[in-house]
């Protein structure tokens, strides 16, 4: 059984798999990470992409809304590049210390 933050991350996953070639995976990380719903918390995730730019966020936001919307949670999302990522220090090391990286597919990856 996949928890419910599991399954807002194959929607996302397969939304942005299906729009954006470039999409390289997300990484899960904050209080969701232990699966269970936290009422009044967003999930927080890094989406990675080839390339990021005002176009891309464009065309970003209308998904992430579509999926709180149906979902009934909070998503809030940093669309990056792993160039820039690596560049947002506090971030990136916040991440790699503690999240989870799923593939295109939602799987996840160690």
Same mark, same amino acid.
């Given at each position: 059984?996949?928890?419910?933050?599991?399954?807002?991350?194959?929607?996302?996953?397969?939304?942005?798999?299906?729009?954006?070639?470039?999409?390289?995976?997300? /990484?899960?990380?904050?209080? +969701?990470?232990?699966? $269970?719903?936290h009422?009044? #918390?967003?999930? !927080?995730l890094?989406?990675? &992409? *080839?390339?990021?730019?005002?176009?891309?966020?464009?065309?970003i936001?209308?998904?992430?809304?579509?999926?709180?919307?149906?979902?009934?949670?909070?998503?809030?999302?940093?669309? /990056?590049?792993?160039?820039? +990522?690596?560049?947002? $220090?506090?971030?990136?090391? #916040?991440?790699? !210390?503690?999240?989870?990286? &799923? *593939?295109?597919?939602?799987?996840?990856?160690?």
């Amino acid at each position: 059984m996949t928890s419910p933050v599991h399954d807002v991350i194959k929607v996302l996953t397969s939304s942005f798999r299906k729009k954006f070639d470039d999409f390289k995976g997300v /990484y899960l990380f904050g209080q +969701f990470l232990d699966g $269970k719903n936290h009422e009044g #918390e967003d999930i !927080e995730l890094v989406a990675i &992409f *080839d390339n990021e730019n005002k176009k891309k966020r464009e065309e970003i936001w209308p998904i992430i809304g579509k999926i709180e919307t149906e979902m009934n949670v909070c998503i809030d999302l940093y669309p /990056y590049t792993i160039e820039d +990522f690596k560049k947002d $220090k506090d971030l990136y090391n #916040e991440v790699m !210390e503690e999240g989870i990286f &799923f *593939d295109t597919l939602g799987i996840m990856k160690n």
